[in-house]
């Protein structure tokens, strides 16, 4: 079983930063592939930005230039940058984490970007 837990929403005002970070807890899987997701109310849920054990990043076209993913030292661990952030970044967010089989989601952290 994996657990994964979110933190560093909040609200903020159009322009600000915001940094989220994710743990994935494991004393027997390998996590591969961690990703961060949002969903905004209405809306389907959506790839943000994804990032493989190697490193390898992929970035909705949304968030280009402005959110980076990083994976920390310990490997479990992935961050979600968030730069210039507009009202349409309003949203949960999720962190994923994968494995060889399954796929595990944390429980969500409300970011909310308004003046």
């Known amino acids: 079983q994996v657990q994964v837990v979110e933190s560093g929403g909040g609200l903020v005002q159009p322009g600000g930063s915001l940094r989220l970070s994710c743990a994935a807890s494991t004393s027997i899987f390998i996590i591969y592939t961690m990703g961060w997701y949002r969903q905004a109310p209405g809306k389907q849920r959506e790839l943000v930005a994804a990032?493989?054990?190697?490193?390898?990043?992929n970035y909705a076209a949304s968030v280009k230039g402005r959110f980076t993913i990083s994976r920390g030292n310990a490997k479990n661990t992935a961050y979600l940058q968030m730069n210039s952030l507009k009202p349409e970044d309003t949203a949960v967010y999720y962190c994923?984490?994968?494995?060889?089989?399954?796929?595990?989601w944390g429980q969500g952290t409300q970011v909310t970007v308004s003046s």
């Open positions: 994923k984490a994968d494995t060889a089989g399954s796929a595990y």
């Open positions: 990032i493989t054990s190697g490193g390898s990043t």
